[in-house]
């Protein structure tokens, strides 16, 4: 079965450039999360998905941020214009339902230099 | 509010050593309980879960009890190995609330 697909796995850009996460949840799952992880804060829920309509973005740290989820296939998340302190793994998950496990992709690591 | 606490790191342990990683939770309602772990370079894998009050979850040599009248979700391993290096998450979810919450992760480094 193929797992959670994230991409790029790396992007390194310049300040104040758009920068665009994709994320291909494990199909038939209901969920999908994203997350962003560094070593100050930890793991931290941005925002999440419930059959492509967003369920909480409480976690999304400012207007800069955007995210979409246009189909059950696909998401993106997007950063416009992008600072040096987005600089993190950014992680994609999905579910089935909330009481099941969250599957994980590997992350896009994103530099913002 | 909801929350889980798990013990900082890093635990620094010796080949074959006993495991123990602390992880205590506040929830309103009846959380589900999970344990993840991160490889370097990788995302999150679910590493064994609990759904209701004195379950055990368990898996590769990992094993956590659902204590409901501790709130606790201790993970354990009776003997660890180098492969075992990893961070370790705990997580709860709570099905009737759609709340997700994981704790900081603890980074555990094996010696051989």
């Known amino acids: 079965d193929a797992g959670v697909i994230q991409s790029p796995r790396h992007e390194v850009t310049e300040m104040g450039q758009e920068v665009t996460l994709r994320c291909k949840p494990i199909?038939?799952?209901?969920?999908l999360f994203w997350y962003r992880q560094t070593m100050m804060r930890g793991l931290e829920l941005l925002i999440y998905?419930?059959?492509?309509?967003?369920?909480?973005d409480s976690g999304m740290p400012e207007d800069r941020f955007s995210a979409k989820m246009p189909n059950a296939s696909f998401s993106t998340l997007k950063i416009q214009p992008s600072e040096p302190r987005d600089s993190a793994v950014y992680f994609c998950?999905?579910?089935?339902?909330?009481?099941?496990?969250?599957?994980f992709g590997d992350g896009t690591r994103l530099s913002i230099l | 509010g909801n929350s889980v606490t798990q013990m900082e790191g890093p635990v620094t342990l010796s080949e074959e050593a006993f495991l123990t990683i602390n992880c205590t939770y506040t929830?309103?309602?009846?959380?589900?309980l999970f344990w993840y772990v991160q490889y370097p370079g990788e995302g999150l894998q679910l590493l064994l879960k609990?759904?209701?009050?004195?379950d055990k979850g368990s898996n590769k040599g990992f094993e956590a009890t659902y204590r409901k009248e501790t709130t606790s979700f201790h993970l354990e391993k009776g003997s660890v190995q180098v492969s075992d290096s990893a961070v370790y998450f705990c997580?709860?979810?709570?099905?009737?609330?759609?709340?997700?919450?994981f704790g900081s992760g603890t980074k555990l480094n094996v010696k051989p």
């Open positions: 998950a999905s579910s089935r339902d909330t009481n099941q496990p969250q599957h």
């Open positions: 199909s038939g799952h209901d969920y």
């Open positions: 998905f419930n059959n492509n309509v967003p369920i909480d």
């Open positions: 929830a309103t309602g009846y959380p589900s």
């Open positions: 609990a759904t209701k009050a004195d």
């Open positions: 997580a709860l979810s709570e099905y009737n609330f759609n709340k997700f919450y």
